[in-house]
Nanobody
Framework: QVQLVESGGGLVQPGGSLRLSCTAY????????IGWFRQPPGEERVFIAA????????YYTDSVKGRFTISRDNDKNTMYLQMNNLEPADTAVYYC???????????????WGQGIQVTVSS
């Protein structure tokens, strides 16, 4: 069964850090662009970060640039999102995604994780 499974979410205080992981099962990520989206409460899901299949190029939305880092470990079939200096506005359900095309990864990726909650609150 092809699936992506996120882990590492939870509750963190403002200014804190979390690292989300997303592991692929049933397929290998080697030739896939991968990305992260988030859906704040009451809002639509939006793209926040992506990385190409070699890891040589990364893309971030302005709201997370300089605070979040996307990375991948193809040997572990896993992608990561390191989130630093978290703010209450970062509270959302976070989704990982994969697609064979870097052109689609930020819009309509073919494979999604189930989502994981991140709450930033004191």
């Amino acid at each position: 069964q092809v699936q992506l499974v996120e882990s590492g979410g939870g509750l963190v205080q403002p200014g804190g850090s979390l690292r989300l992981s997303c592991t692929a099962y049933g397929f290998t990520l080697d030739n896939y662009a991968i990305g992260w989206f988030r859906q704040p409460p009451g809002e639509e899901r939006v793209f926040i970060a992506a990385i190409n299949w070699t890891g040589s190029s990364t893309y971030y939305t302005d709201s997370v640039k300089g605070r979040f880092t996307i990375s991948r470990d193809n040997d572990k079939n896993t992608m990561y999102l390191q989130m630093n200096n978290l703010e209450p506005a970062d509270t959302a359900v976070y989704y990982c995604a994969a697609d064979s095309s870097i052109l689609r990864i930020a819009t309509v990726p073919s494979t999604w994780g189930q989502g994981i909650q991140v709450t930033v609150s004191s």
